[in-house]
């Protein structure tokens, strides 16, 4: 199985509302039980950042803020997520100047027949034509296809963690810090060689029928707080995947971010500081490039 791309795709760009497609009529079960998420804690004298995991769209009635995470959320003066986009204007935006080939080009034309096939099967799945991505460039096709399997089952942005934040704090005066930007978060797939795109679209293609699998897996060990299982799940096919696409999607962001905390913990006050859960775990995570610049990341739950 060689999803791994698909999850990091996921956790990318999902972060805001993004125009894919609308979701297909499905009727999704809330999930009372109380979830456990992992949450750490980085001090420095009058400084605190709450580090967290999101996931960036959940199901209806997903019940993650509680215990020490919303005691953490509610002391913030600050809320610190990968994008501060939440009406998607932004991103809209950014995908109207990258996501679309040159006038003339085809997707098609860059898939063999065979793969060719094999979306146009997955598209009438639920009711799309064969050519409803061929305008597109091969990376936004691959997570716009990812995408579908997801709204079925019932996963929305409007009910994923940023959105949840955003209604928690709706009511204070709590600044809203973006780290990154739509437009440098599209940048790095859109810079992405061709054929690394095409490589991207084919295992979307291939394991599409095990997408539903990998999300299950996947919030399951987020919503226990099991780092361990879930950095096991984002990097198990690690050694088979394209090194430019980990580097540029996990690795150089995890630094990013770091860089980030580094920074703003020279400015007192306490900070919520919610990013895509698989920059937590695994090798090159950002408590691994914090520790080695001699700070400390604390597991509080």
């Given at each position: 199985m060689k999803l791994?791309?698909?999850?990091?795709?996921?956790?990318?760009?999902?972060?805001?509302?993004?125009?894919v497609f609308a979701a297909p009529d499905a009727t999704s079960s809330a999930v009372p039980a109380p979830l456990h998420p992992a949450l750490w804690k980085i001090t420095r004298g009058d400084?605190?950042?709450?580090?967290?995991?999101?996931?960036?769209?959940?199901?209806?009635?997903?019940?993650?803020l509680t215990g020490p995470v919303a005691q953490a959320v509610d002391s913030a003066d600050e809320v610190a997520t990968e994008i501060n986009d939440p009406g998607g204007d932004a991103t809209r935006t950014a995908l109207a100047a990258r996501a679309l080939l040159p006038p003339g080009q085809h997707l098609s034309a860059l898939l063999p027949e065979a793969e060719r096939a094999a979306l146009a099967e997955r598209l009438a799945r639920f009711g799309l034509s064969a050519d409803?991505?061929?305008?597109?460039?091969?990376?936004?096709?691959?997570?716009?296809?990812?995408?579908?399997?997801?709204?079925?089952?019932?996963y929305d942005a409007r009910n994923g963690v940023e959105a949840g934040l955003t209604a928690r704090e709706a009511g204070r005066a709590v600044q809203h810090t973006g780290i990154e930007t739509p437009e440098g978060q599209l940048a790095i797939l859109d810079g992405l060689p061709q054929a690394s795109q095409l490589a991207y679209l084919k295992n979307v293609i291939d394991d599409f029928d095990k997408i539903d699998g990998e999300i299950d897996a996947m919030v399951t060990a987020w919503g226990k707080g099991d780092a361990t299982t879930l950095a096991r799940i984002?990097?198990?096919?690690?050694?088979?995947?394209?090194?430019?696409?980990?580097?540029?999607?996990?690795?150089?962001?995890n630094r990013g971010f770091?860089?980030?905390?580094?920074q703003r913990l020279?400015?007192?006050?306490?900070?919520?500081?919610?990013?895509?859960?698989?920059?937590?775990?695994?090798?090159?995570?950002?408590?691994?490039?914090l520790a080695k610049s001699g700070i400390s990341a604390v597991r509080v739950q």
């Open positions: 791994r791309p698909f999850r990091m795709a996921l956790a990318l760009l999902l972060a805001a509302p993004l125009p400084t605190t950042i709450w580090l967290f995991g999101t996931i960036h769209m959940l199901p209806a009635g997903a019940n993650w409803r991505l061929d305008p597109d460039k091969p990376w936004y096709a691959a997570v716009a296809l990812s995408t579908l399997p997801v709204l079925r089952r019932g984002m990097n198990e096919d690690e050694g088979k995947d394209d090194p430019l696409l980990i580097e540029r999607l996990i690795l150089a962001r770091a860089a980030w905390i580094a020279d400015k007192p006050g306490s900070v919520f500081m919610a990013i895509g859960a698989g920059h937590l775990a695994g090798t090159g995570s950002v408590q691994q490039v």
